[in-house]
């Protein structure tokens, strides 16, 4: 008796096992197929796609060329975009809580329909802001710049506000 069920219990086992190979077997050729349609279309591509950090991606410097005028410069990364409507500046007077938005001037940019947005324009390359500063400004403010920007590949950075003590430049 102990034999037969022996037999029996090994067919269960090797049932067991079949079965865990058929299963692979059936859903082995599926996902081959979901990565060429993920390998065709770029998703596999921008999936392992890991976004630079926010100031790696859009670096600028900032120089004052006279008291009443501030010169912004951004150097996007390669690939990477700011958008125009999303620039902002403003001046925070720190002793009064005071903030005052600020005129700026910035150049055209590139027209693109973008996912997110609609119709836009963005700025790929090298990018010039002139700010102008009000006439009298107390020593204790900030000049604070806000914006975002994208990657080609559909990553996209949330809004950035950035705070440059006026003394500093």
């Not at 596999?44 to 410097?61: C, M, N, Q, T």
């Not at 925070?92 to 590139?110: H, R, V, W």
């Not at 119709?119 to 700010?131: M, S, T």
Request: net charge negative; hydrophobic share 40%.
């Amino acid at each position: 008796m102990s034999t037969i069920a022996n037999l029996r219990k090994c067919k269960a086992t090797m049932s067991a096992h079949l079965y865990i190979l058929l299963s692979f077997l059936i859903l082995m050729p599926t996902s081959q197929a979901q990565f060429n349609i993920r390998s065709e279309t770029g998703l596999a591509e921008s999936s392992h796609r890991r976004p630079l950090p926010a100031e790696e991606a859009f670096p600028f410097s900032t120089t004052r060329l006279n008291p009443k005028t501030i010169e912004l410069i951004f150097l996007p990364a390669k690939a990477h975009y700011l958008y125009q409507h999303r620039f902002s500046f403003y001046l925070k007077q720190l002793e009064f809580n005071k903030t005052t938005s600020l005129e700026a001037f910035l150049p055209e940019g590139i027209a693109k329909t973008d996912e997110f947005f609609g119709a836009v324009e963005v700025y790929y390359d090298e990018l010039k802001i002139l700010i102008t500063l009000p006439e009298a400004i107390i020593e204790k403010s900030v000049i604070l710049i806000e914006y975002q920007g994208c990657a080609d590949w559909g990553f996209c950075y949330p809004s950035r506000s950035v705070a440059i003590p006026i003394d500093t430049l």
